[in-house]
């Protein structure tokens, strides 16, 4: 065999092992798709129940005799608060089925109806007083997590008893049950009852979380790159500062929900399960992201600019925060929405400082008690009710979502304001 020959097979052999590499590559690739496709899949077929809320429409009698009230009386707050709303659901219920007689059909058919309708015909009834009269009020009410977990699913669970089934064919042969956007989901916050939960107060706890956590680690993360990258002399001390930032980088999350625990709880004194003592833990995992982004955005400026700079008479300062650093501002500002991203999706930090706890009402500040979508997450995928099952898949679709739309920023910060040189 001559040597044209030999360099023949060797290149076929190359060649072929070029191409088993390539074909490797892309069963990786499409392997990854795959399964992320299956995930996402199967949270959206689970989070789907979850956008949509089951309804019972029902007649509330609202005469002054049903209600026991007098002709004179006063229609005070006090007074309206007072009324047996529960009693009036009640009613309407027995009067939708006058067949059902039996004590145990009734508390079926009283278990029907969501425990939150009182509270809303409650509201009702008090904002608007003159809804009291003999006409009957015409209101849809929430049915509970079982029926409406049936009625959507059409699965039968030993939570939903037979005559209970029989009761909502009724309602829908008479046009007395559907299904409706769940506005609940979004405007209401954590409860015991699936069908009256939603994520209204791990949002605003999230957005005063990540409001602290940006006022913190952006301008002391974009400072310290600053100084490291222009400003610090080249010595041993720099040199360990700069290896335990990317050591810092490493750590993992939990650590820094013991370092606040320790410090900012237990030295400091700062309330538990608040947004403020949840930035503060957030900045501390942040800051280390931020400082080697901004520091990379840094170096990316070539250096004529500044020696152009320093050329026409600049001073080192004037050179960075004129030139230097306006240049490098879309690699930093891309650098701090990943660490943003970063900080929104964790959870460990945050369950050691208390933001776990049942959190009921709406954050308004930095102090006040409140929860996050992460944690959100965590707590509905423990509650043994299988309505929670669809919330739980349902507040993951909107973390993602926001998680895709900052990634989405940061691509376009980048492309947008990218330059080269």
Same mark, same amino acid.
């Given at each position: 065999?001559?040597?044209?020959?030999?360099?023949?097979?060797?290149?076929?052999?190359?060649?072929?092992?070029?191409?088993?590499?390539?074909?490797?590559?892309?069963?990786?690739?499409?392997?990854?798709?795959?399964?992320?496709?299956?995930?996402?899949?199967?949270?959206?077929?689970?989070?789907?129940?979850?956008?949509?809320?089951?309804?019972?429409?029902?007649?509330?009698?609202?005469?002054?005799?049903?209600?026991?009230?007098?002709?004179?009386?006063?229609?005070?707050?006090?007074?309206?608060?007072?009324?047996?709303?529960?009693?009036?659901?009640?009613?309407?219920?027995?009067?939708?089925?006058?067949?059902?007689?039996?004590?145990?059909?009734?508390?079926?058919?009283?278990?029907?109806? =969501?425990?939150?309708?009182?509270?809303?015909?409650?509201?009702?009834?008090?904002?608007?007083?003159?809804?009291?009269?003999?006409?009957?009020?015409?209101?849809?009410?929430?049915?509970?997590?079982?029926?409406?977990?049936?009625?959507?699913?059409?699965?039968?669970?030993?939570?939903?008893?037979?005559?209970?089934?029989?009761?909502?064919?009724?309602?829908?042969?008479?046009?007395?049950?559907?299904?409706?956007?769940?506005?609940?989901?979004?405007?209401?916050?954590?409860?015991?009852?699936?069908?009256?939960?939603?994520?209204?107060?791990?949002?605003?706890?999230?957005?005063?979380?990540?409001?602290?956590?940006?006022?913190?680690?952006?301008?002391?993360?974009?400072?310290?790159?600053?100084?490291?990258?222009?400003?610090?002399?080249?010595?041993?001390?720099?040199?360990?500062?700069?290896?335990?930032?990317?050591?810092?980088?490493?750590?993992?999350?939990?650590?820094?929900?013991?370092?606040?625990?320790?410090?900012?709880?237990?030295?400091?004194?700062?309330?538990?399960?608040?947004?403020?003592?949840?930035?503060?833990?957030?900045?501390?995992?942040?800051?280390?992201?931020?400082?080697?982004?901004?520091?990379?955005?840094?170096?990316?400026?070539?250096?004529?600019?500044?020696?152009?700079?320093?050329?026409?008479?600049?001073?080192?300062?004037?050179?960075?925060?004129?030139?230097?650093?306006?240049?490098?501002?879309?690699?930093?500002?891309?650098?701090?929405?990943?660490?943003?991203?970063?900080?929104?999706?964790?959870?460990?930090?945050?369950?050691?400082?208390?933001?776990?706890?049942?959190?009921?009402?709406?954050?308004?500040?930095?102090?006040?008690?409140?929860?996050?979508?992460?944690?959100?997450?965590?707590?509905?995928?423990? =509650?043994?009710?299988?309505?929670?099952?669809?919330?739980?898949?349902?507040?993951?679709?909107?973390?993602?979502?926001?998680?895709?739309?900052?990634?989405?920023?940061?691509?376009?910060?980048?492309?947008?304001?990218?330059?080269?040189?």
């Amino acid at each position: 065999m001559n040597n044209t020959e030999t360099v023949k097979n060797s290149l076929k052999k190359r060649y072929a092992r070029e191409k088993r590499f390539q074909l490797y590559g892309r069963m990786a690739v499409w392997t990854g798709f795959i399964f992320l496709a299956i995930l996402l899949f199967d949270i959206i077929t689970k989070a789907t129940p979850a956008f949509q809320a089951t309804e019972i429409f029902l007649d509330i009698p609202l005469d002054p005799v049903t209600l026991e009230l007098q002709a004179d009386t006063q229609l005070d707050e006090e007074t309206l608060r007072a009324i047996d709303y529960a009693g009036l659901i009640k009613k309407s219920l027995r009067q939708a089925f006058p067949e059902v007689k039996k004590r145990k059909d009734k508390k079926l058919l009283y278990k029907l109806v =969501s425990s939150g309708a009182e509270f809303k015909l409650r509201d009702m009834v008090i904002n608007n007083p003159q809804l009291i009269g003999n006409k009957p009020l015409s209101l849809w009410v929430l049915a509970d997590d079982d029926v409406d977990t049936f009625y959507k699913l059409e699965t039968v669970t030993s939570r939903i008893k037979e005559q209970q089934i029989g009761f909502i064919d009724k309602l829908k042969q008479d046009d007395r049950i559907r299904t409706s956007f769940n506005t609940t989901f979004f405007t209401h916050s954590d409860s015991r009852e699936p069908e009256q939960a939603g994520i209204r107060g791990a949002l605003m706890g999230s957005f005063w979380t990540l409001l602290v956590t940006l006022l913190i680690s952006l301008p002391v993360g974009i400072a310290a790159a600053v100084y490291l990258e222009e400003f610090a002399p080249q010595n041993k001390f720099t040199d360990f500062i700069e290896i335990n930032i990317n050591n810092l980088a490493a750590v993992p999350s939990i650590v820094f929900g013991l370092l606040g625990l320790a410090v900012f709880i237990n030295f400091f004194g700062i309330p538990r399960s608040a947004p403020l003592i949840g930035g503060l833990v957030l900045s501390l995992m942040t800051l280390p992201t931020i400082i080697i982004s901004s520091r990379a955005a840094l170096k990316s400026v070539p250096p004529s600019i500044k020696e152009a700079a320093l050329g026409l008479g600049a001073s080192h300062m004037q050179t960075v925060f004129h030139h230097v650093l306006p240049l490098a501002m879309p690699g930093i500002l891309t650098g701090a929405i990943i660490g943003m991203a970063q900080a929104l999706g964790e959870t460990a930090p945050l369950l050691m400082i208390g933001m776990v706890a049942f959190i009921v009402d709406v954050p308004g500040g930095f102090l006040d008690s409140a929860t996050v979508l992460p944690v959100q997450i965590y707590l509905w995928s423990d =509650s043994p009710e299988r309505a929670f099952t669809a919330l739980t898949a349902a507040t993951i679709l909107v973390l993602l979502g926001f998680l895709a739309v900052m990634n989405a920023i940061a691509i376009y910060l980048r492309k947008h304001f990218e330059r080269r040189w």
